[in-house]
């Protein structure tokens, strides 16, 4: 297994709290836009996860009242210009690696959503499991305002199943803006909190995560994910062998023997 505590990434920001990582772009100055490398130290960051022993979840914040104004059009939508289709390919699939990762990184991850959130900052919220705004947050997929189809990093798949399909072909079709108020009546947001409280309710959400069955929380999040490919039998028997491996735990004997002593379970992630 691996300890990540120590990480000190050079294209992000790396925060312990505790068990709970916190992650921030750091170029505020431009709303915070991802380059190649930023891309591809996050995808291995979120890779580095699965075996992580010290962290419990993650909380992907803003910085500088912004998200992620998504790719920096001069040191990757320039460059990608002058590129041949194996390069480009190479660069598609890389940012669709980083949804993956985050799919399969094993930890709940909570988004902290203030200001610009468009284009692969959306998609980073999107892939999330939580998402908390503020009342000026501003998301857009506006990859058709550039000239490129909105089917990108799996939003096609993944926006639909989150605010239905004419939500998603609106918003993927047009690249507007969706308001904060738009976002949580659409069930894309899950709650909006002013912006002075958005880190630490985020923060405090991740750590009450952090504190319970972390082992379970895994089994959710890969359920959740699975469970897109399946039929309604499919998914029913895979939940029973996954509860069937949860019930192995001491988390689900801890719970038990907290309930029979009035206490609170203490859970421990084993």
């Known amino acids: 297994m691996t300890s990540m505590a120590e990480l000190a990434p050079e294209h992000f920001i790396w925060e312990m709290r505790g068990t709970v990582a916190v992650i921030r772009l750091n170029r505020p100055e431009r709303k915070n836009p991802l380059t190649f490398e930023s891309y591809a130290e996050l995808r291995n960051t979120f890779r580095d996860l699965v075996y992580a022993t ?11 009242e912004n998200f992620c104004s998504g790719g920096d059009v ?4 320039g460059p990608l210009v002058g590129r041949d289709m194996k390069g480009l390919l190479e660069f598609t699939r890389m940012t669709g690696d980083l949804v993956k990762a985050m799919l399969n990184c094993g930890k709940p991850i909570i988004t902290a959503i203030d200001g ?47 605010i239905g399909q004419g939500r998603a072909a609106d918003l993927l079709y047009s690249g507007r803006s969706m308001s904060a108020e ?5 069930g894309f947001y899950n709650r909006v909190v002013e912006p002075e409280s958005l880190e630490e309710d985020a923060i ?7 504190q319970g069955p972390t082992f379970a929380h895994s089994i ?26 949860c019930m192995q735990t001491n988390d689900f004997a801890r719970a038990y023997h907290a309930f029979v002593a009035k206490q609170k379970p203490e859970f421990k992630g084993d």
């Open 220 to 245: 959710t999040k890969t359920q959740l994910n699975q469970e897109w490919s399946m039929s309604l039998e499919q998914a029913i028997e895979s939940e029973a062998q996954a509860q069937a491996i």
């Open 182 to 186: 738009e976002g949580l009546q659409w």
């Open 204 to 210: 405090a959400y991740a750590t009450r995560l952090a």
């Open 54 to 64: 010290d962290v419990s979840a993650v909380v992907f914040t803003s910085n500088g």
């Open 116 to 162: 610009i959130c468009v284009g692969a900052g959306a998609i980073i919220a999107m892939s999330s499991d939580i998402r908390f705004a503020t009342p000026r947050t501003s998301t857009a997929f506006l990859f058709t305002r550039v000239g490129l189809a909105g089917c990108d990093m799996g939003a096609c798949a993944m926006l639909p199943r989150i």
């Open 74 to 77: 001069h040191e990757i939508i």
